[in-house]
């Protein structure tokens, strides 16, 4: 809780309206002592043309034997008529033992009554440092894992009050899988990192190596508040241990300036059963 009350402290010295962006200071906790910290902001161009950018650090507790790394990220977001494309990158460091870079693109399409229909493509380049014993000493060793996926969103933002959205994405990694299993098989192994652990927990699974992705999302507007359920599963391409998270957020206008979300939810797997977490975002600025 000391770090929630440090986010708050910190984004309340922002005393300067934003007039052409946002920004926004995030955290979140789960009950495994995983943590992410993120600030980031978007700087409106034109009125269809903005940009992104964040910095971040993150860390996965499970069993005491966790990651933790920083992160870079940057985006894009244009829109054109009925048209919108959207794209991120994101660059992940653990102190030692992997690196990860994930680059995100959508291309939709938007009606007049809010139903969009948009397609969604993503890589994964995963760099992971290990330990192998080569003569009687200990070695160490890089592997390279790399992913393709693609995907589809639909979703309605309409006049309505309700929003809803469902969004997949399904990952090719080529030969990389039997490359890993292959070295973990090995007899020589003395340390490698267990990446089904970045899956397993909401602070670090954008930077970790899954199968496929399913999420589903219903919000309801209200005229200063918003109420958004999300539901999401991953499967981990290693292990093919499923991870299902649930979250509740509420959205409030505070001000002309000032947004909150508090966000409460529960991660269940295999390896670390039940989970419950929290998050707090404050944003400063027009746009979210």
Do not use: C
Not at 28 to 38: A, C, E, F, Q, Y
Not at 149 to 176: I, N, Q
Not at 197 to 214: C, F, H, Q, Y
Not at 219 to 236: C, I, K, N, P, W
């Amino acid at each position: 809780m000391k770090r929630l009350r440090w986010f708050a402290a910190a984004a309340a010295s922002m005393v300067l309206p934003v007039q052409a962006g946002s920004l926004t200071l995030a955290g979140l906790l789960d009950g495994d002592d995983g943590t992410s910290i993120d600030l980031s902001g978007r700087f409106a161009v034109t009125e269809a043309w903005s940009l992104g950018a964040g910095v971040g650090r993150s860390a996965s507790g499970q069993d005491g034997q966790g990651f933790s790394g920083s992160d870079l990220s940057a985006s894009t977001d244009i829109a054109v008529g009925a048209f919108y494309a959207h794209a991120s990158a994101n660059r992940w460091k653990d102190s030692g033992q992997l690196r990860s870079t994930a680059l995100h693109g959508t291309l939709g399409w938007v009606s007049a009554s809010g139903l969009s229909l948009a397609a969604l493509a993503a890589d994964r380049a995963i760099r992971v440092t290990y330990a192998i014993t080569v003569l009687g000493r200990e070695r160490e060793r890089q592997l390279d894992i790399d992913a393709t996926g693609l995907g589809g969103e639909v979703s309605y933002f309409g006049e309505e009050p309700w929003t809803a959205s469902l969004r997949f994405l399904d990952y090719d990694y080529g030969s990389g899988v039997a490359r890993v299993r292959a070295v973990l098989d090995s007899a020589d192994i003395r340390r490698f990192p267990r990446l089904q652990r970045l899956v397993g927990s909401v602070a670090t699974r954008a930077i970790g190596a899954p199968d496929r992705e399913l999420a589903l999302t219903l919000g309801r507007q209200f005229a200063r508040h918003s109420l958004t359920l999300e539901g999401q599963q991953q499967r981990d391409v290693l292990s093919g241990e499923e991870t299902i998270s649930l979250g509740l957020t509420l959205g409030w206008d505070a001000s002309a300036q000032w947004h909150i979300d508090t966000t409460v939810g529960m991660t269940d797997d295999d390896v670390a059963g039940t989970v419950p977490w929290f998050g707090l975002a404050l944003t400063l600025g027009r746009i979210r």
